[in-house]
């Protein structure tokens, strides 16, 4: 079971786990959309040199567009995990508080980097922000949705910058809910707030494998983490991909309509499985079960990987199936039930 417990996405594991599982696996254990965009690949001709500095540049002009930033505030990276790192071992940072329970990479980055890393309830972060050199909120967190208003984020941001901290938040799912991102509500004086805000392309666009995330920060912060990262920091696929989706407005508006019917669609079969839906985004639901345990191998072994927790053993998290997987799902929920 702990080899589950990190993230989701071990699909290898499983398959060594549970032998006997059918096939092919349905891979639940992330929040992936499972329609992904129908982006058109690189051209061979692409493929076959380094990008330009003017490709990446106008990807990360798509993206501040999407956004809603003005321009040199988005550095594409390699996913937003590689951001997560790449923050970590850029910053000056002795003292992390991160706001937990969340996902763990961040933690973990911070530690590596030799940073003291202290997890904190929501009750504690005004006073973290006094005494800490950062504060990480995931908004909407992973894994129970949950989403910390513009107004105490903003609060955060004061406190922090008033001592020279930093306010870092984690909007990897920040497309797949109805909370607005942070370029809302900290204007165009990046520098003031110390704000420093992470997007995942793959999660919302379906197309994880492509590895594709953005730091948004204030220019300077930008141009520091750009000498770090190098001169080809993304694919030339990644390019492709990104510059594509982000111009389409009407899939990204279809989507999120869709998403939200599907989500509203997987809480009605979990709760008729018995299950009691303890939050989401529109990408995941976060559903508890006293016997969380054993119906994360009743699934397994019937092919479907969910996500447990090594730190509340009722709970189990879903993403949304492809639509021809509904009623396998539907069956494996019910009979993991009996």
């Given at each position: 079971m702990e080899t589950f417990t990190a993230h989701g996405g071990r699909l290898a594991q499983a398959r060594q786990s549970f032998p006997r599982a059918a096939e092919p696996w349905i891979d639940l254990s992330t929040g992936i959309n499972p329609a992904p965009y129908p982006a058109n690949p690189a051209t061979t001709g692409a493929r076959a040199r380094l990008p330009d500095p003017e490709?990446?540049?106008?990807?990360?002009?798509?993206?501040?567009?999407?956004?809603?930033?003005?321009?040199?505030?988005?550095?594409?990276?390699?996913?937003?995990?590689?951001?997560?790192?790449?923050?970590?071992?850029?910053?000056?940072?002795?003292?992390?508080?991160?706001l937990e329970p969340t996902y763990g990479g961040h933690g973990a980055a911070w530690r590596a980097a030799g940073a003291s890393v202290i997890g904190i309830e929501h009750r504690g972060l005004r006073d973290a922000a006094d005494r800490c050199d950062a504060v990480i909120v995931v908004n909407p967190n992973n894994p129970d949705g949950a989403i910390l208003p513009g107004e105490a984020l903003a609060d955060l941001a004061g406190r922090l910058a008033a001592r020279g901290g930093w306010l870092i938040v984690d909007e990897a799912f920040i497309e797949?809910?109805?909370?607005?991102?942070?370029?809302?509500?900290?204007?165009?004086?990046?520098a003031a707030q110390r704000v420093i805000a992470l997007r995942s392309f793959g999660k919302i666009y379906g197309l994880p494998g492509?590895?594709?995330?953005?730091?948004?920060?204030?220019?300077?912060?930008?141009?520091?983490?750009?000498?770090?990262?190098?001169?080809?920091p993304v694919s030339a696929d990644a390019?492709?991909?990104?510059?594509?989706?982000?111009?389409?407005?009407?899939?990204?508006?279809?989507?999120r309509q869709r998403l939200a019917r599907e989500a509203g669609r997987l809480d009605a079969l979990l709760v008729r499985s018995g299950m009691e839906i303890v939050g989401g985004t529109s990408l995941f639901r976060l559903a508890a079960a006293d016997d969380a345990r054993s119906r994360f191998v009743r699934l397994a072994e019937a092919g479907i990987l969910t996500r447990p927790f090594d730190y509340e053993p009722r709970w189990l998290r879903f993403g949304l199936p492809p639509d021809e997987h509904w009623p396998r799902l539907e069956t494996a929920l019910m009979e993991s039930a009996s």
């Open positions: 490709e990446t540049s106008a990807l990360e002009t798509a993206a501040e567009r999407a956004f809603g930033l003005g321009p040199d505030t988005v550095l594409a990276t390699p996913g937003a995990e590689a951001a997560i790192r790449l923050l970590a071992s850029c910053l000056s940072v002795r003292q992390v508080a991160i797949a809910s109805t909370a607005p991102g942070v370029a809302s509500w900290v204007g165009p004086d990046w492509l590895r594709l995330g953005f730091v948004t920060a204030h220019r300077d912060v930008i141009a520091r983490l750009r000498l770090r990262l190098g001169e080809w390019i492709a991909a990104g510059r594509q989706a982000y111009a389409d407005e009407r899939w990204m508006d279809d989507t």
